[in-house]
Every structure is written in structure tokens, then in C-alpha cells.
T-cell receptor, first 116, second 112 residues
């Protein structure tokens, strides 16, 4: 069973607030990812990391930032939340290596963010 | 740019029926394909991963096949149960350490 956690599960916040979405995994995975998913839409990769001190932007432009100071922890921060940031944010992790650099991804339960 | 399509977008079947979910992709130069299940308001649960050298994978009542040349994958669910109700997503993995592309999903409802 995958051990990847996200907090909070639900967050309703006003415009202009700074927020941090937490993601932690206990599997020792080097790779971690943040996806954004609007209702009924596909997942879009917004950030990923190959390991400590590694962060990269994904396919979808995002005003959020991430950090990877510890292997197990990959928080996502929005400096000033706006209604356009309302979405579900999913964190995932996977082992490094694998064929062509891909190993099975394990997902957290997600954070549903609503910005009023 | 890789595009991944899942048809139908929604499917409702009576309990016990066998069913097939489809996933199509435009660029056949993929390496792996992964099927996920997503329950409402929750994250994704990995179901099956078909790697480059494989054409299908099986787990319990689930069987997934991959035909790269035609740009298609199917997920077969045997003897469906109400607990199978969820959204099923396929994810296409290109080679060369590129990023994964997800489909929009098929929302399945199994009626008791």
C-alpha cells in the first residue's frame, strides 16, 4: 500500500492569502510530482522533482512554487491565492530509475482548494 | 504533442456485466502505459502498468492490453461489481524520460 499523504484534504481560502499544500511520502522515493486536476478534466503536471534540491516546472504553467529540502517532503506554495487557482492538487511519487526513467507512480488523496 | 482520448466519457452497466474501456493516443512512440482508478474526491490508485516489452497485464478481474502500432489500449473488467464504480484513467509514458500524459477518464457506474 502506498504511503503518501497530503494535507489539508480540503481548503477554502480568500483571495490574496498565502497557502502551502503539504505532501509527504514514507517510501523513500526519489521522484515526486504535483498535478493539477479540474473537475472532469485530465491531470496536468505542474511541478516535479528528481530528488533533494531538484525542482522542475511541468507542462502546465503555474504560479505556484515547490521545494525539496528532504526526500520525503515536497510542499507546494501559492504566494497569493486567486479564484483561478481553485482546483484539485494531487501529489505523487515514484522510485528513481526504471525503464526509460519511469517507474509506477503512487498518488496521494489530493487537496481540493477553493479560493473565494 | 501527445493527445490521449478515452471513450466513452461515461458508462453505466448492470452488475455482473463484462466491459471494455478504451484509451487512444496520437503518438505511438510511447514506452509504457498505466491504468489508474480514481474515486470521487480522491487520488489515483494504480491498477496496471504495461511496460514496453509487454502487450498485456492482468490483475484479478482486470486485463489491460496495449497495441502501440494502432495507438490503443483497452481495460477489460470481468464480472463488474458496484465497487468498481469510479473514474478510470489511462496515462501514456513516452520514452526518453519525458513526462506522462493522462487521458480525461471514463466514469463507470455499475448498477446493483
Amino acid at each position: 500500500e502506498a504511503d503518501i499523504y497530503q494535507t489539508p484534504r480540503y481548503l477554502v481560502i480568500g483571495t490574496g492569502k498565502k497557502i502551502t499544500l503539504e505532501c509527504s511520502q514514507t517510501m523513500g522515493h526519489d521522484k515526486m510530482y504535483w498535478y493539477q486536476q479540474d473537475p472532469g478534466m485530465e491531470l496536468h503536471l505542474i511541478h516535479y522533482s528528481y530528488g533533494v534540491n531538484s525542482t522542475e516546472k511541468g507542462d502546465l504553467s503555474s504560479e505556484s512554487t515547490v521545494s525539496r529540502i528532504r526526500t520525503e517532503h515536497f510542499p507546494l506554495t501559492l504566494e497569493s491565492a486567486r479564484p483561478s487557482h481553485t482546483s484539485q492538487y494531487l501529489c505523487a511519487s515514484s522510485e528513481a530509475g526504471g525503464q526509460e526513467g519511469y517507474n509506477e507512480q503512487f498518488f496521494g488523496p489530493g487537496t481540493r482548494l477553493t479560493v473565494l | 504533442k501527445q493527445e490521449v482520448t478515452q471513450i466513452p466519457a461515461a458508462l453505466s452497466v448492470p452488475e455482473g456485466e463484462n466491459l471494455v474501456l478504451n484509451c487512444s493516443f496520437t503518438d505511438s512512440a510511447i514506452y509504457n502505459l498505466q491504468w489508474f482508478r480514481q474515486d470521487p474526491g480522491k487520488g489515483l490508485t494504480s491498477l496496471l502498468l504495461i511496460q514496453s516489452s509487454q502487450r498485456e497485464q492482468t490483475s484479478g478481474r482486470l486485463n489491460a492490453s496495449l497495441d502501440k502500432s494502432s495507438g490503443r489500449s483497452t481495460l477489460y473488467i470481468a464480472a463488474s461489481q458496484p465497487g468498481d464504480s469510479a473514474t478510470y484513467l489511462c496515462a501514456v509514458v513516452p520514452g526518453g524520460y519525458q513526462k506522462v500524459t493522462f487521458g480525461t477518464g471514463t466514469k463507470l457506474q455499475v448498477i446493483p
